[in-house]
């Protein structure tokens, strides 16, 4: 097991609830293929924290295993409430909002109808009829003003949206669910650099407006440390290394990581 | 001229041409009785109630992206229903509209739970199966179904005061419980669950993850479309006045299936061109070949189908577009003319983006159809 105290030690001076998401011995795989092998981190409430590592470290199975998309063993907390054994449903219903890698737009619906699935959950009983309808309204009205092209296109079909407008687009939609946390997989995945950092500091913007929790997964490091508080570097489906994003970022071993190297460092050899 | 075409493309513009379409086509469907001939009507209002089984089949097939060959069990359901109804306990036609209804919902819901654990092919089968034994067990149930000899009953009779004829009043009865299924069936894709329908079908696992009950809605999305196959099934009793296992062998869902597809699949007004193919074309090739209608009509459909994928409506749509590009071409300045004619995919002419997007899905829905 990788050591949780290097965890809360910075964090701790932002936020009062250190262990609002709290990961602890997580496995988790693809029926004989088992990609984490004991995770253990934890994610302030209010906290924008990157998850990194190279190809098949096991980043996007995290996220999988966060929302319920992938069955895991162990322990994942959300405030208090178990995660892990909850339907993808069930979790959305918990306030967990996954943008999936590869967007997952519904092509053939419009922008609006598209963000109004986002809503789905929370329009759901009867009793909370107009209130709520309300409230949809205006928390759509907030999503165009972060995302003003969508606004222009709310009438076209999601389908016939850029790369990086239906990357908006999902974003969009996990923010109608008014997410208590939001999981982003790889929002760079085929997009321009440029529209990448436009992304990012959307995102950035959304964590410091709406005091959202963002977990997000990127290959693209350098983007991902600067808008992120704090990172955790996976490899092999363990924890290789957690801290503040400035440390991370200024530690050697993250090249190595990323170039490939498998780099053993001394805590993580005791892992059985 | 080239003010109203420069207007064409936007929202009000839209939502008066959609009024004025409603508009006539109801000036149309009322008036049609008193033009044609009783046989005539007799054929329009078949068309009509197809349309509300097809109607319920697209909320399944067309946006639910599942698939049944079994409703014209559903569609017998509903017409047993109301012929037990009238046969046995002499209730009024309308009394049976009801119970049909709801019991082909229920009958629906109870056939949603293999469609959560099939799809594809293996579902179509089950749903084959089912079409394949309702008759049978028709013929079986003899005291309450009359057997194979069926169950004939009153049809609709006008009431006095209307001054109908026969046939008139019951295109009319009929026209009536088309517009409201059709309208209950656009109402219900814009509503929560149809979008959430929708969204299923485009994308299952993003649905789920945004908090889409991925069981209920696709039970839902079979009891939906059994309800209408169901009203149509009670109306055709209403109709037709009689009954028997044999009107309703697993051809008529084949028939069903396929009108739906010629008409076009996710399209609102699909059913109705599907169903007024499924009801004229077999006497047109009756026409053509005594010999061999079937293959006639089989060919028909491989024409259709080749000529458009997308069904009718799809065809309609893409014919209406070119039409509305060529108008604002030819009627925008002069400036553009001299352009060669040949290089066009990108169409500089249109005034604004937008207006060039909206100008595609032209008429009912904001949703376009599937290329």
């Known amino acids: ?272 | 001229m080239s003010t109203i075409v420069a207007t064409l493309g936007t929202d009000r513009a839209r939502r008066l041409r959609a009024a004025l379409t409603t508009l006539l086509v109801a000036a149309v469907a009322v008036s049609a009785p008193f033009y044609f001939a009783p046989f005539q009507v007799f054929q329009l209002t078949m068309v009509l109630l197809y349309a509300v089984a097809l109607a319920g089949l697209n909320l399944l097939v067309g946006f639910g992206g599942q698939i049944s060959l079994g409703h014209g069990a559903f569609f017998a359901a509903g017409a047993y229903t109301a012929a037990v109804m009238l046969d046995r306990y002499d209730t009024g036609h309308l009394a049976t509209l009801p119970v049909a209804a709801a019991g082909c919902f229920l009958l629906g819901l109870g056939f949603g739970v293999p469609a959560l654990r099939l799809r594809g092919l293996y579902l179509a089968l089950v749903t084959l199966a089912f079409a394949v034994f309702l008759p049978p067990l028709l013929k079986r149930l003899e005291p309450v179904t009359g057997g194979s000899m069926g169950l004939t009953v009153d049809k609709l009779q006008p009431p006095a005061w209307s001054g109908m004829a026969e046939d008139q009043w019951t295109y009319f009865v009929v026209l009536a419980v088309t517009a409201v299924s059709l309208l209950l069936a656009r109402n219900l894709l814009r509503s929560r669950v149809g979008r959430a329908l929708l969204a299923v079908r485009d994308n299952e696992s993003a649905a789920e993850v945004m908090g889409v009950r991925l069981s209920l809605h696709k039970t839902l999305a079979f009891a939906w479309s059994a309800l209408f196959a169901g009203v149509a099934g009670c109306v055709y009793t209403w109709v037709i006045g009689f009954v028997s296992p044999d009107s309703f062998s697993f051809v008529l869902s084949i028939t069903l299936l396929a009108g739906l597809v010629v008409g076009g699949l996710a399209s609102l007004y699909g059913p109705l061109l599907g169903a007024a193919f499924v009801m004229y074309v077999p006497s047109v090739a009756q026409d053509i070949s005594e010999a061999a209608p079937g293959v006639v009509f089989g060919l028909l459909i491989i024409a259709v189908m080749f000529v458009a994928p997308t069904g009718l409506a799809g065809l309609a749509g893409r014919v209406r577009g070119t039409a509305a590009r060529r108008l604002i071409r030819t009627t925008t300045p002069a400036a553009d003319d001299d352009r060669p004619s040949g290089s066009e995919p990108s169409a500089p002419p249109t005034p604004a983006d937008p207006a060039a997007v909206d100008a595609e899905p032209v008429g009912a829905p904001p949703r376009p159809e599937k290329e």
């Open chain 1, 1 to 272: 097991m990788t050591e949780p105290t290097t965890d809360s030690t910075e964090a701790g001076q932002v936020n009062a609830e250190p262990d609002f998401l709290k990961v602890a011995g997580l496995h988790a795989g693809y029926g004989q293929a088992r990609v984490l092998q004991g995770l253990d981190f934890s994610v302030a409430r209010g906290e924008v924290c990157a998850i990194l590592g190279p190809n098949g470290a096991g980043k996007t199975t995290t996220l999988r295993a966060l929302c319920g998309m992938v069955r895991g063993r162990g322990s994942v907390t959300l405030n208090g409430t178990e995660l892990l054994g909850r339907s993808p449903e069930q979790t959305a219903r918990l306030g967990v909002a996954h943008v999936p890698e590869g967007r997952g737009t519904f092509n053939d619906l419009t922008v609006e109808e598209n963000l109004r699935i986002g809503a789905h959950v929370r329009t759901g009983r009867w009793r909370r009829g107009s209130a709520e309808r309300v409230a949809v309204a205006a928390d759509l009205e907030r999503i165009y003003d972060y995302f003003p092209k969508l606004r222009q296109r709310s009438r076209q079909a999601a389908g016939s949206l850029s790369g990086g407008e239906q990357q908006m687009l999902a974003i969009g939609r996990a923010l109608m669910l008014r997410p208590a946390l939001l999981l982003l997989d790889e929002p760079s995945l085929g997009l321009a650099p440029l529209v990448t950092r436009e992304l990012f500091e959307i995102v950035r913007a959304v964590n410091e407006e709406e005091r959202t929790t963002v977990v997000v997964v990127e290959q693209n490091a350098q983007l991902a440390l600067d808008v992120a508080h704090r990172a955790h570097v996976l490899e092999a489906g363990r924890l290789l290394l957690s801290g503040p994003s400035r440390e991370i970022r200024e530690d050697g071993q993250v090249a190595e990581v990323y170039l490939g190297v498998s780099v053993r460092s001394a805590k993580d050899g005791g892992a059985p």
